[in-house]
């Protein structure tokens, strides 16, 4: 695959150097580089790019030096850029260290290079390490937000595990060899204090698990020989683009190299078929630590979208069935079903590698790391900054409360029940007046229900009320006497509507007192008012006024059903039966009696003369009826 690699910032620059390094030791020359810089020594410390490659812009403004847009010409950066062999370029690489300043440069450039190219653009980012602090992982966080939108892949690197992981092994060796006497032994470097060199064991493993990557597909007529599952420049493009986090896993391993061995390859068919196994399992072996061991940043394989297997070294030595068994592995174990790979037969090598890409990632414990730092860093900023504002800006204290003479105007007077008359009633009192608060509407009457008084209502005095609906007891002037209202009003010299005459069950007679009580100074009494008791409104207490005949309940059924003294009503068996008559009220017309039926009609002169004997002997009340015989 071509690329046109862009270095970017410190970082950037020494990786694309590196890459360059390893492109053109290895004679494939499929890279053009450049790299960036706001910093002269980043730029002057570089060992393989060429002087034309290096793009310096010194700080133009001194008080924003770390403003990149503007100290950065683009338009000079894009003629550099295009001075380059970019003709037959397969994919533009930016290569920048998270966290730093020149990552800010990203957006300007790839919006000017997708202006001009049509390729996709890439990036490899480097997450900084922990030690670095809270800011740059905050910063390092936004950044890979940031290149994952506006990139068609990132590929990321992870400098904490790499630089745990180089420590560890190179203090295990070197302690290994320490005892050593063996000159050799002693030129095993130790893990570098100075950060340059660390830098340089970080870079060169950046390069060579991209840097191989980026030769599939490339060769050259000497090293290379005819691969026998060919992957080209589209299929790693394809594996890359449009699927977010990349993660490259590289493992390689020496082959045995001595005269015996070669010699042992000739010896028999069973060597050979041990050999086979041997290969295969060592291709099977390094599949295993590129994905979990050496992986550019640790992550979940079965959280890869896409995946793309490629196995390099000296065509005898790749395991065609070694390669299938990793194949179907990395098959099976990916949550996609993009699936690609190819050998890589390398004829000038005693190595074996095997690289594993997987991209579109969705499981990167070290980004949800930096992620997470970010959110608390952003916390720790705003609660200082809230911080610093209360100090530049303290809240005013708290006022005394002399300084608002006015402010005890307003309060209530405390109410004191002994003023009123109340002695016993103080907790009962205490309790209504909190409920008193309660501003909620209530309909009189209703049952359980509370009374509360109206606080849009001024009384004078205070009353207390009772459970009793029918009494209202108003404070006496002497002697601390409950009044009944319901018989004797007390009339102050101010009277004011109680609250409760707007509710109906607090209605009271209004009338002036009709004669004053002299034992009691101001006492009138008053006639009682009849006022709708609380079970009217709900129906439980309704009764009819005495005089007024209530219906009794046999009445409807039929079964008791007495006729009182007037009007009389007529028996039913009055028609078929003598010794009953209708009540002869005076005037009353004379009944007419039919000639069909043989009555007789008593005259009215001649019964009196009769009826008198009649009377006295007969005491029936029904004696005022005519007879009809
Ligand atoms: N792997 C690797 N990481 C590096 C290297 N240099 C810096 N880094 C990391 O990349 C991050 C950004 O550093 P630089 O690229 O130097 O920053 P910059 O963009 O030049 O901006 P400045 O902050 O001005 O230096 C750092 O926090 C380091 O973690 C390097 O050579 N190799």
């Known amino acids: ?38 910093e002269a020594n980043t730029l002057l410390q570089l060992r393989h790019l060429p002087e034309t490659a290096r793009i310096f812009f010194p700080p133009i403004d001194p008080d924003h030096p770390y403003d990149i847009a503007r100290n950065i010409d683009i338009e000079e950066v894009m003629t550099r850029v295009q001075r ?38 890439f990036a490899v980012a480097i997450l900084p390490r ?88 490339e060769f050259n007529e000497a090293g290379l020989e005819v691969a026998e599952i060919v992957l080209d420049a589209g299929e790693v493009l394809n594996t890359l683009q449009g699927s977010g986090y990349v993660s490259v896993g590289y493992a390689a391993e020496p082959l045995p190299g001595s005269w015996f061995d070669l010699f042992n390859r000739w010896r028999s068919s069973k060597y050979f078929i041990e050999g086979s196994h041997e290969k295969a399992a060592r291709i099977v072996a390094l599949a295993k630590r590129a994905v979990y061991e050496e992986t550019s940043i640790p992550c979940d394989l079965t959280s890869a979208d896409k995946a793309l297997v490629l196995i390099a070294g000296p065509s005898a030595e790749l395991s065609m069935k070694g390669f299938q068994t990793v194949r179907k592995w990395i098959d099976r174990s990916i949550a996609g079903l993009e699936m690609r790979s190819g050998d890589y037969p390398v004829k000038n090598t005693s190595y074996v590698g095997i690289i594993i890409m997987l991209s579109g990632l969705h499981n990167i414990p070290r980004v949800e790391e ?41 309060e209530e007077e405390p109410y004191r029940p002994e003023e009123y008359g109340e002695e016993d009633g103080d907790e009962e009192m205490a309790g209504e007046a909190t409920e008193e608060k309660d501003e909620m509407i209530s309909l009189p009457g209703s049952k359980g229900e509370k009374k509360f008084r109206d606080d849009t209502i001024e009384t004078i005095p205070r009353a207390a009320v009772r459970g009793d609906e029918d009494t209202i007891v108003l404070p006496g002037k002497e002697g601390k ?26 209605i009271r007679a209004n009338s002036a007192p009709k004669e004053l009580d002299a034992s009691s100074g101001f006492t009138a009494s008053v006639k009682p008012v009849q006022r709708p008791k609380e079970g009217t409104m709900t129906g439980e207490a309704v009764s009819l006024k005495q005089g007024g ?11 008791t059903v007495r006729i009182g003294d007037r009007p009389q009503r007529p028996s039913d068996d009055l028609l078929g039966r003598s010794g009953r008559g209708f009540d002869r009220g005076a005037g009353k017309p004379r009944e007419v009696v039919p000639s069909r039926s043989g009555l007789n009609v008593i005259d009215h002169t001649t019964r009196t003369e009769t009826g008198k004997k009649q009377k006295d002997d007969d005491t029936d009340p029904d004696d005022d009826f005519v007879w009809i015989t």
């Open 130 to 217: 922990l030690a670095e602090g809270k800011k740059i992982s905050a910063k390092a966080a936004a950044d890979l937000e940031l290149l994952r939108e506006i990139t068609d892949g990132t590929i990321l690197f992870d400098n904490e595990t790499w630089h745990d992981k180089l420590k560890s092994s190179l203090t295990a060796t070197a302690k290994e060899k320490a005892g050593i006497k063996n000159q050799a032994a002693r030129r095993i470097p130790s893990f570098p204090q100075n950060p340059r060199d660390m830098y340089d064991l970080l870079n060169d493993r950046i390069a060579r698990q991209v840097g191989l990557l980026l030769r599939a597909g």
């Open 84 to 121: 380059l062999d970019t003709l037959e370029i397969d994919a533009i690489l930016l290569c920048c260290g998270l966290g730093g300043s020149m990552v800010d440069f990203v957006p300007i450039i790839v919006k000017e290079l997708r202006t001009s190219y049509v390729e996709p653009i």
């Open 549 to 559: 005949q209530r219906a009794r309940d046999e009445i409807f059924s039929g079964d």
């Open 1 to 38: 695959m071509r690329v046109l690699a862009i270095g970017l910032g410190g970082a950037g620059a020494r990786i694309v150097d590196k890459l360059y390094d390893h492109d053109r030791r290895s004679k494939v020359c499929c890279m053009s580089a450049v790299a960036i810089d706001i």
């Open 481 to 506: 006497r409950e009044i009944d209202i319901t018989r004797k009003t007390v009339v102050s010299s101010a009277p004011a509507p109680k609250n409760g005459v707007f509710g109906p069950k607090e």
């Open 370 to 410: 930096i992620n997470q730092i970010r959110i608390e860093y952003l916390l720790e900023r705003e609660e200082e900054e809230r911080k610093s504002r209360q100090k530049a800006y303290p809240e005013p204290a708290d006022e005394p409360k002399e300084d608002y003479p006015w402010a005890d105007e307003t």
